[in-house]
Nanobody, 116 residues
Framework: QVQLTESGGGLVQPGGSLSLSCAAS????????MGWYRQAPGKQREFVAN???????KLVDSVLGRFTISRDSAKNTLYLQMILLKPEDTGVYFC??????????WGQGTQVTVSS
């Protein structure tokens, strides 16, 4: 069972930046696909970005040009760098990983609040 632990959330003003990390308890080669979802208050969880073990990042249109997803196999960590943050980016950000057997693993989430 892979455990995922997010960190890096917080409160930031509109236009600001944050960098999220997701540390895996095991080698992320076991997770050929990793990514981020977010959930705003009163809304369903929505896809933000994902990346395969060979790269090929995908991002939802609303964050294109502002968010960057990457993964570091040496550190067993997934990242989400966010710039030009907007109030609508507010929510709990969840890291997930999909293993070769098709099992999904989720972190507990980290809160991102964009507000002046």
């Amino acid at each position: 069972q892979v455990q995922l632990t997010e960190s890096g959330g917080g409160l930031v003003q509109p236009g600001g930046s944050l960098s999220l990390s997701c540390a895996a308890s095991e080698n992320i080669f076991k997770l050929p696909l990793m990514g981020w979802y977010r959930q705003a208050p009163g809304k369903q969880r929505e896809f933000v970005a994902n990346i395969g073990s060979g790269g090929n990042p995908k991002l939802v249109d609303s964050v294109l040009g502002r968010f960057t997803i990457s993964r570091d196999s040496a550190k067993n960590t997934l990242y989400l760098q966010m710039i030009l943050l907007k109030p609508e980016d507010t929510g709990v950000y969840f890291c997930y990983g999909l293993d070769w057997a098709g099992n999904n693993y989720w972190g507990q989430g980290t809160q991102v609040t964009v507000s002046s």
